[in-house]
């Protein structure tokens, strides 16, 4: 049985929402190549996610809140890299 909790959103309202387990994953990188010649890779991790009951979008679809981390790994070149 999901678990009901009171959440509030940015806009300050309260509302109920319905713990929603994550049952497959895959987390992508987004890489970018600087001009100096580092690769910053970032990727978002999702740890939670909630759907907002009774609460759906302009296309009809349930309102979902993710709370999520930023893992970003970097790759410099040496010249760049402290001794």
């Known amino acids: 049985m999901a678990k ?3 959440i509030s959103l940015p806009n300050g309202e309260t509302v109920e929402a319905e713990d929603i387990e994550i049952t ?3 987390e992508h990188w987004n890489q970018y190549l600087l001009e100096d010649g580092s690769l910053i890779k970032v990727k ?3 740890s939670k996610i909630v759907r907002v009951l009774d609460r759906y979008d302009h296309a009809g679809n349930p309102i979902y809140l993710v709370n999520s981390s ?3 790994a970097v790759d410099s070149p040496d010249h760049l890299k402290r001794k």
């Open 24 to 26: 497959q994953t895959s």
């Open 70 to 72: 930023n893992v970003i």
């Open 4 to 6: 009901i909790q009171k």
């Open 44 to 46: 978002l991790v999702a």
